[in-house]
């Protein structure tokens, strides 16, 4: 199960880097179209690409992490976390971007949603366990 967890989350990052490639390019596809077509459609892509992209990884390397406090900081996060910054940080350098601070927000939304329902999951698989 977790070759296939990580087969699809390699997966979705590809489909996460094309996305991006085509935006550092000026390119059209139709997920912008649609995106630009819903309220707030390009926060809630955010949310959406960078916390799913998270949770999937999370699972696929079987919750690794380290405990602080209650919560467990889970390290495939973190690095999710790296990507998302130093992607957003890099709109500021192209000239078919822009730096937006509210992007960088959705990231971070996505990416704590995310962990939290990785903590939720792992506890219930622990209890499962037990």
């Known amino acids: ?3 296939f967890l990580a087969l699809v989350a390699l997966t979705f990052f590809t489909f996460i880097l094309w996305i991006i490639y085509l935006a550092d390019t000026g390119s059209n596809s139709i997920f912008f179209t649609i995106v630009a077509a819903i309220p ?3 926060k809630l892509g955010h949310i959406f690409l960078f ?4 949770l999937l990884a999370t699972a696929a390397t079987r919750f690794n992490g380290v405990d602080f406090f209650k919560l467990k900081v889970y390290y495939v996060v973190l690095a999710v976390l ?5 992607e957003e940080i890099s709109q500021a350098f192209l ?3 822009t730096f937006d601070y509210f992007d960088l927000g ?5 990416i704590l949603i995310a962990s ?7 506890r219930e698989r622990n209890e499962k366990l037990q």
């Open 40 to 42: 707030y459609g390009d």
């Open 82 to 86: 790296l990507f998302a910054l130093a």
């Open 51 to 54: 916390g799913f992209l998270s």
């Open 106 to 110: 959705g990231d971070l939304i996505g």
């Open 1 to 3: 199960m977790h070759k």
């Open 95 to 97: 000239p078919s971007r």
């Open 116 to 122: 939290l329902i990785g903590n939720i999951l792992e």
